[in-house]
């Protein structure tokens, strides 16, 4: 038989519909690893109960110690954390999705390790940087220590605390410790494995006509090459994937547009190919400068004979939603699809960023905030766009705001949800938000402009693309 814990945190879901328990025990198991680990006592009486909790025990990686029933009565035990996923970080567990684990170092380099700990940590001031530069100085930084070496990073970047956790998770690191005293953090990493990953196979040649002569004409000059898309934007993804087939592994290419969405699709496409995303300038053209890494292995789609609901090895049961305009319409699609995915037992997390920050903002300000200064054009810029979820216009056929009147009288009459029920109702579904906090520094939008939510949180580039390649679903709206 098992041993069973003397003491066991314990949660009484009684009363509680499908997925409400499962979501309960998914919250209460973060905060019991972000301290160590340990038992969890579940009550509850919803007939899907046994079977849901079996499965999230085994998307959890927690360990379903027993699992009684006396009538429509269920009381569980399960272990989380412990050593299958011990963390030395300090984060808070609202911040992080699921523990910063330390990587398995293999017997041949132990010695290597333990001699690089001996030393003391390299030095990386990345205060007054703002995102994603700490995670990019970070990264360039990392590539060129020795398995087992240590880092003191210093940054003052809001988004620093989420980002630093993330790619400690992508980039086989180890966050150690993160200590935060005002503005100021301190972070020590582990390098605990290869921060980049090799090719064995050799280096291809640009054959694509679109880049080759920018290749010849930079030979001698550069190492980066460009890229401009001129074209409609649906024809971004496939001159994207075809860039990604002819040009050599390693090699950067530099990615230009004159449209704001430009971000969004390399984020997207460099999480879906595995490629590195060293830099991203929002100022006048969108420039984006990416590092050709050997492609990850896509996923193959599952077969009609594959069990109903089953997911992809590689992905988690998570959705990803970037969330970059405010027109009522794409919202409205945006939250449907966040509170759909959660009651259906998926961890849901939504990237607010450019316009898409203006359903966050609140009516009134956030006292709870420090005031921030903003300069003259930024307070204009921010004065003439909508706040909040009453605000925010029909992207088609506003007529002034008429065509927004009639579409609310519409939804009222068939007892539609609207913005603002739906994005409480998000908050209480536990939906994850983040606010893009690069794009809050552009457009003059402060912590205190934003509505007081349980569940909002602050965070970079880093923090979306390491959600957005281990999710089953990722959207853009």
């Given at each position: 038989?098992?041993?069973?814990?003397?003491?066991?945190?314990?949660?009484?879901?009684?009363?509680?519909?499908?997925?409400?328990?499962?979501?309960?025990?998914?919250?209460?198991?973060?905060?019991?690893?972000?301290?160590?680990?340990?038992?969890l006592?579940?009550a509850?009486?919803?007939?899907?109960?046994p079977?849901?909790?079996?499965?999230?025990?085994?998307?959890?990686q927690a360990?379903?110690?027993?699992?009684?029933?006396?009538?429509?009565?269920?009381?569980?035990?399960?272990?989380v954390?412990g050593?299958a996923?011990?963390?030395?970080s300090?984060l808070?567990?609202?911040?992080?999705?699921?523990?910063v684990?330390?990587?398995?170092?293999?017997?041949?380099?132990?010695?290597?390790?333990?001699?690089?700990?001996?030393?003391?940590?390299?030095?990386?001031?990345c205060?007054?940087?703002?995102?994603?530069?700490?995670?990019?100085?970070?990264?360039?930084?990392?590539?060129?220590?020795?398995?087992?070496?240590?880092?003191?990073?210093?940054?003052?970047?809001?988004?620093?605390?989420?980002?630093?956790?993330?790619?400690?998770?992508?980039?086989?690191?180890?966050?150690?410790?993160?200590?935060?005293?005002?503005?100021?953090?301190?972070?020590?990493?582990?390098?605990?494995?290869s921060?980049?990953?090799?090719?064995?196979?050799?280096?291809?040649?640009?054959?694509?006509?679109?880049?080759?002569?920018?290749?010849?004409?930079?030979?001698?000059?550069?190492?980066?090459?460009?890229?401009?898309?001129?074209?409609?934007?649906?024809?971004?993804?496939?001159?994207?994937?075809?860039?990604?087939?002819?040009?050599?592994?390693?090699r950067?290419?530099?990615?230009?547009?004159?449209?704001?969405?430009?971000?969004?699709?390399v984020?997207?496409?460099?999480?879906?190919?595995?490629?590195?995303?060293?830099?991203?300038?929002?100022?006048?053209?969108?420039?984006?400068?990416?590092?050709?890494?050997?492609?990850?292995p896509?996923?193959?789609?599952?077969?009609?004979?594959?069990?109903?609901?089953?997911?992809?090895?590689?992905?988690?049961?998570?959705?990803?939603l970037?969330?970059?305009?405010?027109?009522?319409?794409?919202?409205?699609?945006?939250?449907?699809?966040?509170?759909?995915?959660?009651?259906?037992?998926?961890?849901?997390?939504?990237?607010?960023?450019?316009?898409?920050?203006?359903?966050?903002?609140?009516?009134?300000?956030?006292?709870?905030?420090?005031?921030?200064?903003?300069?003259?054009?930024?307070?204009?810029f921010?004065?003439?766009?909508?706040?909040?979820?009453?605000?925010?216009?029909?992207?088609k056929?506003?007529?002034?705001?008429?065509?927004?009147?009639?579409?609310?009288?519409?939804?009222?009459?068939?007892?539609?949800?609207?913005?603002?029920?739906?994005?409480?109702?998000?908050?209480?579904?536990?939906?994850?938000?983040?606010?893009?906090?690069?794009?809050?520094?552009?457009?003059?939008?402060?912590?205190?402009?934003?509505?007081?939510?349980?569940?909002?949180e602050?965070?970079?580039?880093?923090?979306?693309?390491?959600?957005?390649?281990?999710?089953?679903?990722?959207?853009?709206?």
């Open positions: 038989m098992l041993p069973q814990e003397s003491t066991a945190t314990r949660l009484d879901c009684r009363g509680q519909q499908c997925p409400v328990p499962i979501m309960s025990a998914a919250k209460a198991a973060r905060s019991l690893k972000a301290s160590g680990g340990g038992v006592e579940i509850a009486d919803d007939a899907a109960f079977l849901d909790l079996r499965s999230w025990c085994r998307s959890a360990e379903l110690l027993s699992l009684t029933t006396e009538g429509a009565q269920h009381v569980a035990r399960v272990r954390g050593d996923s011990a963390s030395g300090r808070d567990s609202r911040a992080v999705t699921e523990p684990r330390a990587a398995r170092v293999t017997t041949a380099a132990t010695a290597t390790v333990a001699a690089n700990a001996a030393s003391p940590p390299a030095q990386l001031d205060r007054g940087m703002q995102c994603p530069q700490p995670i990019l100085a970070l990264s360039r930084f990392a590539r060129k220590l020795p398995p087992g070496s240590e880092i003191d990073v210093l940054a003052d970047d809001d988004a620093f605390e989420l980002d630093v956790a993330s790619w400690c998770r992508s980039a086989n690191a180890t966050l150690v410790t993160l200590e935060r005293a005002g503005t100021q953090f301190h972070a020590r990493v582990r390098i605990t494995g921060a980049r990953s090799e090719s064995s196979t050799p280096p291809r040649r640009a054959t694509n006509p679109e880049i080759a002569p920018a290749a010849a004409a930079m030979t001698g000059l550069s190492s980066v090459l460009e890229l401009r898309l001129d074209d409609a934007m649906a024809q971004w993804p496939a001159r994207l994937d075809a860039m990604g087939r002819d040009v050599e592994i390693g950067r290419v530099r990615i230009v547009a004159e449209r704001a969405e430009l971000s969004a699709t984020v997207q496409w460099c999480a879906r190919t595995g490629h590195a995303l060293v830099g991203l300038d929002t100022r006048g053209p969108i420039v984006a400068e990416v590092e050709l890494r050997q492609a990850k896509v996923p193959a789609v599952p077969s009609m004979a594959v069990r109903e609901g089953a997911a992809p090895a590689t992905a988690v049961n998570r959705c990803t970037l969330v970059l305009h405010n027109d009522q319409e794409a919202l409205l699609a945006a939250l449907l699809v966040a509170v759909g995915a959660a009651t259906q037992g998926m961890e849901v997390v939504m990237f607010y960023t450019f316009w898409g920050l203006n359903l966050l903002r609140g009516e009134a300000p956030n006292l709870a905030e420090q005031s921030q200064p903003v300069s003259w054009a930024q307070r204009m921010k004065w003439m766009m909508p706040k909040g979820p009453r605000r925010q216009s029909l992207g056929l506003n007529f002034g705001g008429m065509g927004k009147q009639m579409l609310g009288s519409i939804m009222k009459e068939h007892n539609i949800m609207d913005l603002p029920a739906l994005i409480d109702t998000a908050e209480e579904q536990g939906v994850r938000f983040i606010a893009c906090t690069m794009s809050m520094q552009v457009m003059g939008i402060t912590r205190r402009d934003l509505q007081a939510r349980r569940n909002l602050y965070g970079g580039v880093a923090a979306f693309v390491e959600a957005a390649s281990n999710s089953r679903m990722s959207l853009v709206f």
